[in-house]
Nanobody, 123 residues
Framework: QVQLVESGGGLVQAGGSLRLSCAAS????????MGWFRQAPGKEREFVAG????????AYADSLKGRFTITRDNAKNTVYLQMNSLKPEDTAVYYC????????????????WGQGTQVTVSS
């Protein structure tokens, strides 16, 4: 069992930055691939970024490449999402997920999910 807790969301002006964190419980964090997804009001949840268990492989939604960066610190059981040059359309609830199985990082077949953290970008 893995419990995930996101933090770092908030209200920011367009052009600003935020860093989201996702802290995981358990001693097997380093064996899980991690991903960030987001869901805006009235829209389906969408993939944002993912990172392999060792951090050697990352994936991003094409529209977010260059603005968002995913990293992880296995010693701290934490995955991060650095978000720069934020736009109003980035407003959403951001969720992190953990999975041990194979498959693309962008697939939603994650085993565990956090409760989400709200990011609001004002224009």
């Amino acid at each position: 069992q893995v419990q995930l807790v996101e933090s770092g969301g908030g209200l920011v002006q367009a052009g600003g930055s935020l860093r989201l964190s996702c802290a995981a419980s358990g001693r097997t964090f380093s064996s899980y691939a991690m991903g960030w997804f987001r869901q805006a009001p009235g829209k389906e949840r969408e993939f944002v970024a993912g990172i392999s268990w060792g951090g050697g492989s990352t994936a991003y939604a094409d529209s977010l490449k260059g603005r968002f960066t995913i990293t992880r610190d296995n010693a701290k059981n934490t995955v991060y999402l650095q978000m720069n040059s934020l736009k109003p359309e980035d407003t959403a609830v951001y969720y992190c997920g953990a999975k041990r199985g194979g498959g693309r990082l962008s697939w939603e077949d994650y085993d565990y999910w956090g409760q989400g953290t709200q990011v609001t970008v004002s224009s």
